[in-house]
């Protein structure tokens, strides 16, 4: 049994200092096009617009093949986008970007990051705008023709936004 353990170590000792074979460093490109960070209130956006009729295309293109057509899902594995207003508070609540997502800057965050989930990070800003616009007005949140750009993307009010309580962490000096 000691034996055993020795060897284990031994292997994960190893395994930490040279990962033999395995990977590779990551190109300037590929770095660059990973650090980003978008704030809440629009911070680190980049320049750019679209406007939900462009979105609408572009959604088809882009996400209807997961996300179905009016962004309410497919199956159990690709997630609806759409509806849930009105269930957080109960046992069948369903969260979405309509329902609970408190800050539009964080859907435009999430599909230029992660989105599409087979070819992610390959949309440009003003396509991440345009989508963004045609999913917020999916929910119903603006209107046919909204246009959104840097400016005015952080301006649009998300109904859940009021419905997270911030905890208190007297170790972290945040200002909130
Ligand atoms: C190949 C399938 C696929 C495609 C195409 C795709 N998605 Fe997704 N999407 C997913 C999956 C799977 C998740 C859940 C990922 C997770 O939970 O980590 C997801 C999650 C999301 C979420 C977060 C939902 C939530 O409330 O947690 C958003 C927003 C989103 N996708 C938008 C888009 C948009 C916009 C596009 C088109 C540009 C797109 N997706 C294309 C599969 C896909």
């Known amino acids: 049994m000691f034996r055993i353990v020795l060897l284990l170590c031994a292997v994960s000792a190893f395994g930490q200092t040279k990962y033999p074979g395995v990977g590779k460093p990551a190109a300037a490109d590929r770095v660059k096009a990973a650090d980003k960070t978008v704030m809440a209130d629009g911070r680190g956006l980049p320049a750019g617009k679209g406007n939900v009729e462009t979105g609408r295309g572009l959604y088809k293109t882009h996400c209807a093949e997961c996300h179905n057509e009016a ?16 269930t957080l508070a109960t046992k069948a609540a369903k969260k979405t970007v309509g329902s609970y997502w408190p800050y539009a800057t964080t859907v435009w965050d999430t599909i230029a990051r992660s989105m599409p989930y087979n070819n992610p990070g390959t949309l440009k800003a003003d396509e991440v705008y345009a989508i963004t616009a045609f999913v917020l ?14 400016k005015s993307l952080p301006q649009v009010k998300m109904p859940n936004r009021d419905g997270f309580i911030p905890t208190v ?8």
């Not at 962004?71 to 009105?86: F, I, N, S, Y």
């Not at 962490?169 to 909130?176: E, F, G, I, T």
Request: aromatic share 2%; charged share 30%.
């Open 71 to 86: 962004g309410e899902g497919r199956d159990k594995q690709w997630p609806a986008l759409v509806g849930g207003t009105g």
């Open 137 to 150: 007005h999916l929910n119903g949140i603006v209107p046919a023709g909204q246009e959104l750009d840097e």
């Open 169 to 176: 962490h007297p170790d972290v000096k945040a200002k909130r």
